[in-house]
């Protein structure tokens, strides 16, 4: 308990660091926000284009898909708000051999290379994200109930634990060479299938590898199902509960073994 | 002359050292793409057998996607914008200035190299990825229309450099030009038909699209590939075509003599 309690207070001291970081460009600030709302609304956009010749996707309503839309950018909202900027980093660090000095910090250094920057405009968004929801919600006369919301709630973490885990073990791979950062960003490009009905996708080789390899079919569906009553079975929810930590399996041990081959980039 | 196919070769060279990155770009792009494409066809499947959205059939919607993805390999800008800032920001244009090189041709032949070695690179996904959906995938009417096509494409890769390059000269402005890059992105996603194509939108708004300079990037090429547009209309677009890439070149002068006397010089 100790332990938690101490980088509790750490991760409050880089929230304090990021925040007067922040103010210092306070304009870039405000300006950042409204991009990321924009692409938001782009993405709300192209499915109220969709749904103005259709009134149904893969048994999806357009509601429904508003809320997944919602629940997709509020994950990625979160995903960035505590991870994104940090990850993309992580290659930057190995190649300059700024590495070496967080490795000699006493305090674990996955969760120093992962949470050392807070995107504040993230939350904003996120809340922005979670106005949508309720909107959406709203019109498909939803009402969660406690259980409801738990589920989600979890669900979402797993969700949020994915893409944590398989963007890390992407920038893991700066270990080897240095062309991770363009993997890296390419990875932003999965974020743009989450937010589309599972349904919609034939069975085959492409939903069985985002289903079951990177489970970008589940991350943003399977919460959205547990409040919109849409779930086909609750093994779904076990599912991304079981893919969330094969990921963070996966990204742990690459981390592990890349870090005993580490050599420093510079002395 | 001679210097500036120097420039394109230096170009070329130091595009070279992305391939890699060039590879998994176009690869990566394709998810996203595929993802749309299992869209669209979920509601076609949804709609009596040779239903029409918008005067698009199946195989007229998942061709539109597959040219705008060509289109985009052929013309985007990659790092253009970013490097044109910086050169700015660090005061690297001080040299240009000095030398008898005008930078805007200069930064034309590093777009064209950049993007001749992006699009041999991204070709390969990009091909493979056609040939598993070539049953949709219709091919020009005749030589004339893929000629048109040809030029047009041309005029849309020119007038997206000069937006590119606009863009990127507001840094003698302001600190941090990225975030009116993104904007200026969102917008252009959606007003030049990358996210679907303008006339399944309400007539209305389609018309008022069309009077920016946006559709010319994509959505007017591609409706000449897909014989969409004919006869007078076809004329009367390209001379628009033409208009706003002279149009943009002009602005791109003006923008540019205007900031150079702005131009502080700062780290140079």
Known sequence: MTTFRRYLSLYGALWRNSVTREMSFKANFLLWIIVELLWFGLQLTFMSVLYSHTDSIAGWSKWEVVLLVGCSNFIQQLFTAFFLTNLTEISEHIRTGKLDFMLLLPVNTRFLVSLRKVDLGAYLNAACAVAVMGYAAHRLHLAPTAAQFAGFGLMVLAGLLVHYSLMFLLSSIAFWTVRAQGIVFGYYNLFNIARLPDAAFPRGAFKAFFTFGLPMLLVSNVPTKVLAHKLGSPWEMAVLGGMSLACFAASEALWRYSLRHYTSASS | ?268
């Open chain 2, 1 to 268: 002359m001679r210097k500036y196919l120097h420039v394109f070769a230096i170009g070329i060279q130091n595009t070279l050292v992305y391939r890699v990155n060039f590879f998994f770009r176009a690869a990566f792009g394709l998810i996203p793409l595929a993802g749309t494409l299992f869209v669209w066809r979920a509601i076609y499947a949804d709609k009596p057998a040779g239903a029409n959205i918008g005067d698009y059939t199946l195989s007229g919607m998942v061709s539109y996607y597959l040219l705008v993805n060509f289109v985009d390999a052929l013309t985007a800008v990659a790092e253009d914008d970013w490097q044109i800032a910086a050169d700015i920001k660090d005061g690297n244009i001080s040299q240009f200035l000095l030398k008898p090189l005008d930078y805007l041709a200069y930064r034309m032949c590093l777009y064209v190299s950049g993007r001749a070695i992006y699009t041999v690179f991204a070709i390969v996904p990009v091909a493979l990825f056609t040939f598993w959906l070539r049953a949709d995938f219709t091919l020009p009417s005749d030589p004339m229309t893929a000629g048109i096509f040809a030029l047009s494409v041309v005029l849309a890769g020119l007038l997206q450099f000069f937006l590119a390059y606009v863009m990127a000269l507001l840094a003698f402005w302001v600190l941090d030009v990225s975030t009116f890059i993104f904007i200026q992105f969102a917008f252009e996603y959606l007003a030049s038909g990358h996210l679907f194509p303008l006339d399944i939108l309400p007539g209305w708004l389609a018309q008022l699209l069309k009077l920016t300079p946006y559709p010319y990037l994509c959505y007017f090429p591609i409706s000449v590939y897909l014989g969409r547009v004919t006869g007078p209309e076809l004329w009367q677009g390209l001379a628009m075509q033409i208009l706003w890439v002279v149009l943009g070149y002009g602005l791109a002068r003006l923008v540019w003599s205007r900031g150079i006397k702005k131009y502080s010089a700062v780290g140079g």
